[in-house]
């Protein structure tokens, strides 16, 4: 029972770094919401943009945004080298290297929540999961090239199954919103 207390306890201290990052991911949001409105102001007036959707958008630039500080400028170019190819390489008996691990799936849940909110092609989970993958495998490169993290296969299938919790977490939350929509829909359909 220690050990998962302890287990626990280090990856919350672990998520408090990305919470740091909040602020810059929010200006960041904040700045593309700007962007946005000056650039498609016509055009999202007269198709009456989707609030939702825009919003979606936001809270994306904002994860990405602590996602890159996160795992690329939060260190040190050259501080961190190596690949590492074997499969579950990362998981041994420490809690550190397991709380690695399991971050690793953490870090993309919102990357299969958040982009089918915004973008109706993220609705495939072929192609939620797939983005999700191949983002992972792009931020995997520019770790190794700029040497600010190790390379990693375990990386990328925990980042992707990450997504899949994310997607499905998504597609729960929507089918339970269908569901309570339609019942509040045949409630004003019986008063009439």
Known sequence: ????????LLVGKD?????????????????FLLLWEV??????????????QKWSLFFCVVYLTVLLKLALFSRESGSRMGIDLELFGTWNSSLISQAYFIEN???????????????????????CVGGGCVFSMCLELVQLVTQRGFCQLDDVITNTVGTIVGWVSYRMIKRLH???????????????
């Not at 998520?15 to 700045?31: C, K, S």
């Not at 993309?108 to 609705?123: E, H, K, N």
């Not at 269908?178 to 009439?192: F, P, T």
């Open 105 to 127: 799936i953490i870090m993309f849940i919102p990357f299969g929540f958040l982009f089918p909110l915004a973008d109706y092609r993220f609705q495939d989970w072929r192609f």
């Open 39 to 52: 650039r498609y102001h016509e055009k999202a007036r007269r198709q009456k943009r989707n609030l939702r």
């Open 1 to 8: 029972m220690n050990r998962i207390i302890d287990f626990l």
């Open 15 to 31: 998520m408090l770094e990305p919470i740091g990052y909040l602020p810059w991911g929010m200006a960041v949001g904040g700045v």
């Open 178 to 192: 269908d569901i309570l929509c339609s019942v509040d829909g045949d409630k004003h359909k019986r008063k009439d």
